[in-house]
């Protein structure tokens, strides 16, 4: 059975740091690409960042480049998020999914999800 667990979100501060972790079981962690994926209400989902089955390359959308850090430990089968300069903006629920690296890019698989863990950022 195919699992992920995210953990590590809460409501910090504009400007603050969280670090999120994601452990997978049920399958082949090293063989697949890892995302993060985020989805604020209303919103459309928005993949903000992924990780190849090497740990590299990695990817990052334009709004969280330079601030978030994807990197995972296949020893651990797990996948981390390290968030800093947090902004109102990037409150969400953040998934983790691994995905199908193809091409550079990774594409997340149905049924490789987790629940999610909130992230709220918030004065």
């Known amino acids: 059975e195919v699992q992920l667990v995210e953990s590590g979100g809460g409501l910090v501060q504009p400007g603050g740091s969280l670090r999120l972790s994601c452990v997978a079981s049920?399958?082949?962690?090293?063989?697949?690409?890892m995302s993060w994926v985020r989805q604020a209400p209303g919103k459309e989902r928005e993949e903000v960042a992924y990780i190849s089955p090497d740990g590299a390359p990695t990817q990052y959308v334009d709004s969280v480049k330079g601030r978030f850090t994807i990197s995972q430990d296949n020893a651990k089968k797990t996948v981390y998020l390290q968030m800093n300069a947090l902004k109102p903006e990037d409150t969400a629920m953040y998934y983790c999914?691994?995905?199908?690296?193809?091409?550079?890019?990774?594409?997340?698989?149905?049924?490789?999800w987790g629940p999610g863990t909130q992230v709220t950022v918030s004065s």
């Open positions: 049920g399958f082949t962690f090293s063989a697949y690409g």
């Open positions: 999914v691994a995905g199908d690296w193809t091409g550079g890019v990774c594409f997340p698989k149905a049924g490789y």
